[in-house]
């Protein structure tokens, strides 16, 4: 039943939604990020209601409201992690030329990220390795968000190419193995090993990658 304010003067109690919604937004968006670095450090698979309900100092049935289960919460924590990425990584790299100067960038900006990731942990790779064989919403997630950047950096080899920045023959699915290569690498050393370089490493290893594909008067250029 509506209170007398909201039937005296609707226009008055209007507001009141609008700051309930911001409220809950608000709220939501506390809790994903609670998520979100607790995943960083634990994984995906050390998300719980309670947990987040410890960190946030929220109840149990608070968090609960927001997300419905445990596996509600990993793909929301998933989705989150690629929207940031793709703030981070995609979105600033596409201001660059088309071409390989793009392609540079969206490769120095993932390492960049990858490199702030050393002491939390890349929620993509540590992912992979909880999902691999795990079929179910949460590995489709992951996977969904994977394909995507993939697709991204695919495409940008593809202009490149046209842009004559790469050869022509070009294996654009081959170059792009390789790049990820030299990130999961870069992870692996830096994180796991804690070897001291390995930031610059794959810096060196892509203007590797990079020379086996330029086009010949970029690569006569290089060498100047």
Same mark, same amino acid.
């Given at each position: 039943?509506?209170?007398? *304010? ?13 700051r309930?919604?911001l @409220? ?18 634990? #994984? ?15 109840? @149990?049935? #608070?968090?609960?409201a927001?997300? +419905?289960?445990? !596996? &509600?919460?990993q ?10 990425? !793709?703030?981070?990584?995609?979105r600033p790299a596409?201001? &660059?030329?088309? #071409?390989?100067?793009? *392609? ?10 990858v490199?702030?990731?050393?002491d939390? +942990? ?5 992912g992979?390795? !909880?999902?691999?064989?795990?079929? +179910? ?15 991204? *950096? ?9 842009? #004559? ?5 070009t294996?654009a ?12 690498a ?8 804690? *070897?001291?370089?390995?930031v !610059? ?11 086996r594909?330029?086009?010949? &008067? @970029?690569?006569?250029a290089?060498?100047?």
């Amino acid at each position: 039943m509506p209170t007398p *304010l909201a039937t005296a003067a609707p226009e008055l109690a209007a507001p009141a939604q609008p700051r309930a919604l911001l @409220k809950g937004q608000q709220t939501r968006a506390t809790i994903l990020d609670a998520a979100l670095g607790l995943a960083s450090h634990m #994984g995906l698979e050390g998300l719980s209601i309670g947990a987040i309900a410890e960190v946030t100092q929220m109840s @149990k049935s #608070g968090v609960f409201a927001h997300f +419905g289960s445990r !596996e &509600e919460l990993q793909i929301s924590v998933v989705r989150e992690y690629h929207a940031r990425f !793709e703030d981070e990584v995609f979105r600033p790299a596409m201001a &660059e030329a088309r #071409g390989l100067p793009r *392609l540079n960038a969206l490769f120095q900006r993932w390492v960049r990220r990858v490199s702030v990731e050393i002491d939390s +942990g890349c929620i993509y790779i540590s992912g992979a390795v !909880e999902f691999d064989d795990r079929p +179910g919403p949460v590995r489709d997630a992951l996977v969904a968000m994977v394909e995507a950047w993939h697709q991204a *950096l695919g495409r940008a080899i593809r202009i490149a190419i046209d842009e #004559g920045h790469l050869r022509a023959d070009t294996d654009a699915q081959q170059m792009l193995f390789e790049v990820h290569g030299l990130i999961l690498a870069l992870h692996h050393d830096a994180r796991f090993l804690r *070897l001291p370089g390995a930031v !610059e490493r794959a810096g060196v290893a892509f203007e590797h990658v990079l020379s086996r594909y330029l086009a010949p &008067e @970029k690569a006569r250029a290089a060498r100047r």
